[in-house]
């Protein structure tokens, strides 16, 4: 087994394709400064003496560069950038022994796995409550990245991993210090965000939860490390939550965040950014169905905001083909959500926008003027529009003489 896992993450294939990977994913560098597009050539002029140094327990990890980004209502999450060289070491790794573990895993787990996304996760818990199950145990666990012990992961890993080079390799990525305001900060708990390995070694970590929950036969739902338990009565769920709450604290030595867990109902219950509210039909009781929830619905209208600047400098085909490529990404992971008639009064809210860039545009009179009656505007409405004191969001919602918008999208300059 030592040689065979180990030859399988060193074959020449196997590096050439994680090194493909981390190129295609992008991403900034780690602290030696060493980039993606650096890459490829890295690997082809030291691949003999790389892979001659984790076979033998010689690749030191080098320390993880730290990064804080915002997280929402103020806060920040602590991400953890790799060299690229360990990020094409850890995809190699994570190609391999994800197979192993991916046919072991809860059917109900649907974080960071392949042909699984949010769309599934949150149908199933819909499914759940909507066959009676409205009783829902929340359990928030707290900062669960930065608080994963390392001795516990590593007696998971050795399970199915014999192989003492990947094990070494392993454990020197998570004991790999941090480096911030040029320190070098110590790790002995936690998985660093930002790493290809990182969302495996959750899984890894939160499968056993996943057993102990299957092994009481609770209906749950996961994704990464938000999961919810639905039961019918309220006996029921105090009764699973109180002894999931056991099993966290004791078995896996995970916090959980109290202010945050409880017992809901489904109109106080929130998965992954969805709502349930209840569905007002004739002949139709006790039946909800999913909405988007207000706070990510404001990130979204926020970042169409921000894309659809008057004052932003792009052309008008950049603005929309980045506009498109946002605003479908995002209407794809939520189309199941009841969301057509917020859809419908989004759309009128960005043609305005969009009138008022081209109005923004065209900057002076005659141009506009000109335009307009390009569009079919007559001239005298024309000459009056262009010549208005109205400021340009007005002039965008101005109705033509036909009782119609203005089709200002349409024009190409």
Known sequence: MREE????????????????????????????????????????????????QVRNCQYHAQPIRGKEIPKGKGKTRLLGIPTVVDRMLQQAVLRVISLQYEM??????YGFRPRRNIIQATSKSLN????????????????FFDKVEHVLLLQLLYRNIKCKAT???IRRWLRAPLAKDGKLIKRRIGIPQGSPISPLLANIVLHELDTEME???????????????????KV???????????????????PINKAKSGIRRP??????????????????????QLVITANKWNVFKTKLKEITRKTRPMSFDERIF???AYANGWIESRKYANIKVKLYELDGWLRNRLRYCIWHHWKKAERRRKNLIRLGVEPDQAYAWSRSNMGGWAIAQRRSPHDQLVAWPCVRE
């Open 236 to 254: 029921e769920a105090r009764k699973a939550g109180n002894d999931i709450y056991v099993f966290l604290r004791d078995k896996l030595k995970l």
């Open 215 to 233: 092994k009481r036969n609770l209906r749950f739902v996961r994704y990464a490390d938000d999961f919810s338990i639905y039961c019918k009565t």
């Open 267 to 288: 109109v106080q219950f929130q998965i992954l950014g969805f709502g349930f509210v209840p569905i007002y039909k004739k002949g139709v009781k006790g039946k909800y």
């Open 5 to 52: 896992l180990i030859e399988q993450i060193l074959q020449n294939a196997n590096l050439t394709k994680a090194c493909e990977e981390v190129i295609r994913n992008k991403g900034a560098g780690g602290v030696d400064g060493m980039q993606v597009t650096e890459l490829k050539k890295y690997l082809d002029q030291h691949r003999g003496k790389l892979s001659q």
């Open 104 to 109: 072991a895993f809860s059917s109900y787990s």
């Open 128 to 143: 759940y409550i909507n066959s009676g199950y409205q009783h829902i145990v929340e359990i928030d666990l707290k900062q």
């Open 322 to 324: 980045e506009l498109n």
């Open 167 to 169: 094990m070494c390799l």
